[in-house]
């Protein structure tokens, strides 16, 4: 009586798992394709990193919907938590010159790989799916199946992984404004060779073309990648330009020169770093500013 109801969850528990593994896999891989399309393509190194990972993510979910062979969900799954390693390497160090911020869409997608990750890892670790296995890789599928307390550890992983991302998410974000009374002081530093403005913490400051004249159009995850400078202007003496402010919609007090507003790159890490410059992204192309003399 045990192995027939066993036969009769699995009948219609592996189905369910294959279909729900291999729409997870779609579900990150149109994400980051989102993404890419809306300025990821034009970051150096990441925008070909995110290429390869939609293109992987919509071949491995058609090949598990297709063959359901576990040797293929354990791909999938390894996939699944590579790319959410490679997210989290970004928020907390940066990869490759970017660094991540709290988004809807990083934090959706995040949950989809784990979701990913716990679906085809149990998959792949069945015995039922092994038996049915069948042709190249069939001895690999049954190995995978022997694993001692496989599912247990598949378990432990994705709760890992999953208070990994809480403690990531509720660690990232932009860096505090500075209050809208405040001087923001302005003057300039050495970046690539180049000659640049900069707040006055040495940073890299930024125009944004979609901006408008007089007035910024960088809100939400925008401003949470490009932190605007805020206060009143204080420039050191010799800047060529013309300094003011610009209200934001939460009332604080922009920077702007020459009637740009300005903004700094959570991508730069401290003083000599202009990562930002010639990104096209979050809806324009941002530009550093540079100063002769």
Not at 47 to 76: D, K, M, R
Not at 96 to 104: A, D, I, L, S
Not at 209 to 215: I, L, R, T, V, W
Request: charged share 10%; aromatic share 8%; proline share 5%.
């Amino acid at each position: 009586m045990e192995s027939t109801h066993a036969a009769v969850r699995s009948g219609w528990l592996h189905p369910v798992l294959r279909v729900t593994g291999a729409g997870l896999l779609a579900a990150t891989a149109a994400i980051h394709l989102d993404l890419y399309l809306t300025g990821y393509r034009n970051l150096p190194t990441i925008g070909w990193l995110f290429l390869l990972q939609i293109i992987a993510g919509f071949l491995l979910a058609a090949a598990v919907l297709a063959t359901g062979n576990p040797v293929i969900a354990a791909l999938g799954a390894g996939y699944a938590v590579a790319t959410l390693a490679g997210y989290l390497l970004s928020i907390w160090v940066g990869l490759f010159g970017f660094t991540e911020v709290r988004t809807t869409a990083g934090i959706v997608a995040g949950l989809i790989e784990i979701a990913a990750f716990a679906v085809l890892g149990l998959f792949a670790v069945s015995p039922e799916a092994a038996s049915g296995s069948h042709g190249p890789g069939q001895g690999l599928a049954r190995l995978l199946a022997e694993i001692p307390m496989a599912r247990i550890l598949v378990a432990i992983v994705s709760v890992v992984a999953l208070v990994l991302l809480l403690i990531a998410e509720a660690g990232s974000g932009a860096p505090a404004a500075t209050a809208s009374g405040a001087t923001a002081a302005l003057k300039t530093g050495k970046a690539g060779g180049v000659t640049v403005l900069t707040n006055g913490k040495g940073l890299t400051v930024y125009t944004f073309a979609a901006d408008s004249p007089g007035k910024s159009n960088c809100y939400g995850s925008c401003a949470a990648y490009w932190p605007p400078v805020t206060g009143s202007p204080s420039a050191a003496a010799g800047i060529p330009g013309t300094f003011g402010t610009t209200t934001r919609t939460d009332g604080t007090k922009q920077v702007t020169w020459n009637g740009h507003p300005l903004y700094t790159y959570v991508g730069d890490h401290g003083p000599g770093s202009a990562s930002g410059n010639n990104l096209n992204i979050n809806g324009g192309l941002w530009k550093e500013i540079p100063v002769s003399g």
